[in-house]
Nanobody
Framework: QVQLVESGGGSVQAGGSVRLSCAVSGYRWRSYCITWFRQAPGKEREGVASIGGDDSTFYIGSVKGRFSVSRDNAKYTVYLDMSNLQPEDTAMYFC????????????????????WGQGTQVTVSS
């Protein structure tokens, strides 16, 4: 059974940077998709960045150029580096796992994800 553990959230001032980590366990292969979602209070969950099994990536427009998703295969860990953070980036961030998504052209449909992390809070103050 795949398990995900996020870490790295916290509070930061506008313009600052944060690195989130998503550690994957219970999966022996190194090709898998991780997508980062976020949900702010009173708002719907949205996918913000995704890395496919072939290391292709996708970012939504509001984070493109500020967020970067990468993986360390040896550590079974995927990172989300967030820079120039703004108050509107404040949310609970979740990573989600899919063994079926290889090439990324967009944020994959939620139904394709087989496991979710517990979330980590990122708070950006102005």
């Amino acid at each position: 059974q795949v398990q995900l553990v996020e870490s790295g959230g916290g509070s930061v001032q506008a313009g600052g940077s944060v690195r989130l980590s998503c550690a994957v366990s219970g999966y022996r292969w190194r090709s898998y998709c991780i997508t980062w979602f976020r949900q702010a209070p009173g708002k719907e969950r949205e996918g913000v960045a995704s890395i496919g099994g072939d290391d292709s990536t996708f970012y939504i427009g509001s984070v493109k150029g500020r967020f970067s998703v990468s993986r360390d295969n040896a550590k079974y860990t995927v990172y989300l580096d967030m820079s120039n953070l703004q108050p509107e980036d404040t949310a609970m961030y979740f990573c989600a796992f899919s063994s079926r998504v290889m090439n990324i052209q967009n944020i994959p449909p939620v139904v394709l994800f087989e496991a979710w992390g517990q979330g980590t809070q990122v708070t950006v103050s102005s």
